[in-house]
């Protein structure tokens, strides 16, 4: 090795410009003069298997100065390749290279070296324990350290859809997301699924781009499953969620309870009076929700707190031909409905939680005719005179809740007249005959049914 002084580089010089000599110049690579320093950076401490990462040498002479342009860098790896192996450096002394991780988990441990400036150089440093004498010894270098695959596991967190099951048991999608070291989702890492009951779609499921994995559980029974990535068994962290709160003993695995819950109740009540067509009548549904534990999402051995399950929906089906979903219905609920005829009709409700699990309820009620408005007719002057204009009034007086659609009034001499939807009204009219006429009034309610009333009038001359 020439050291970096003017006369030094004055005989390179010389001797390079001699043509014998120039080919073995251009062969000979040029290295980082004695006393030099490689500082290796990276923007990343962690990457998924395949993954690929920039590394940069920083190559600096003793008094801090960059070398000459073109120093070579060699790089190793102890895991993954490292593009090219051999890179010079730039203007500021800079060789930059790409890391590319493989197909293994583990730690790769990236060096560099020019001439007789390496990375892999460590410093040791001694300490003793005052109490015990003891003596601690520490070595470092410089190397650039990142975490493939399983070996990159910062944290994982598992969560259920759903969390509970129905008494029946049936499926549940559980996920595990995985985050690496820096809390970025992790791809690619293979996670091992394993349950205490039921069977799963699949062993080992490697993760997305979001860092999920998915897969099916299958039990009619309440199960633990557990998601494992890598070995590590550092201390993680908790998570809650739904009814169940759960700790983290390792960041590389998560475990979630899937419980089976008891079905929701389900009680109708129908009017203590018996309801009547046409009107409003009120119905009371009364749903209790299913008692649940477990579920939830979070990392390590967890706890469950006991809750219960969210009702999704009560549909009704009148019986009549209506069905009404009323949402998600929890407690005493009071709905009103109107039955168009007079008939027995069975009501029949279902209500169903979250979980999938149901309550079916029937009931019969018996619905009876609403009862008649009330007509009354009168007339004046009393008697009436014949070719005399005779005023006939009509009032007509309904039940609550049910009002007059129509009514006609016939004179009894053979002409009529309609009276609309009105509850009263007064109508002239001649009579030109001495005699006694029947007068009916015919009244349609908004119950559909069609009530007669009369009166007798009697026209003198």
Known sequence: ?????????????????????????????????????ITLTTATSALPVNGSATIVAQVLEAGGTTPHSGTAVIF????????????????????TVTFRAGSSSGIAIISAASGGATTANGSSSSSSTPATGTATTTTSDRNVRIAVGAAAVGRVTISSNPAVLPTGGGVATVTA???????????????TFTTTAGTLAGAVVSTDAAGAASVNLTTFQQATVTATVGVSASTGGTGTTGNAT???????????????????TLAITVPTTPPSAGLPATYSFKV??????????????????PGTVAIKELVVNWGDGVNQNLGAVSGDQAISHTYARPDSYLITATATDVAGGAARVSTTVSVIQAPPPTINISYSPVPAKVNTQTIITVQITTPQGLSVVNSIIDFGDGTSAGLGGGSSSSQP???????????????????????VGFTSVSVGQ
């Open 246 to 264: 759960q700790t983290g003993s390792s960041n590389t695995q998560a475990n979630i309870t899937i419980s089976l819950t008891n079905s929701p």
């Open 429 to 451: 009219h001649i009579y030109t005959d001495a005699r006694t006429f029947t007068v009916t009034v015919r009244v349609t309610d908004t119950s559909g049914q069609t009530t």
């Open 177 to 191: 997301n995985v985050l690496d070291l820096n809390g970025n989702a992790l791809s690619s890492a293979p996670v």
């Open 288 to 305: 209790t929700a299913a008692s649940a534990s477990g579920g939830g999402t979070g990392t390590g051995t967890g706890t469950t707190t």
């Open 76 to 95: 190793t790896t102890s895991l993954g390749t490292i593009e090219p192996a051999d890179a010079r450096t730039d203007t500021t002394g800079r060789a």
């Open 1 to 37: 090795m020439i050291p970096r002084t003017p006369h030094a580089v004055l005989v390179r010089f010389l001797l390079c410009a001699a043509p014998v000599l120039a080919v073995g110049c251009e062969k000979s690579p040029l290295l980082a003069p004695t006393g030099s320093t």
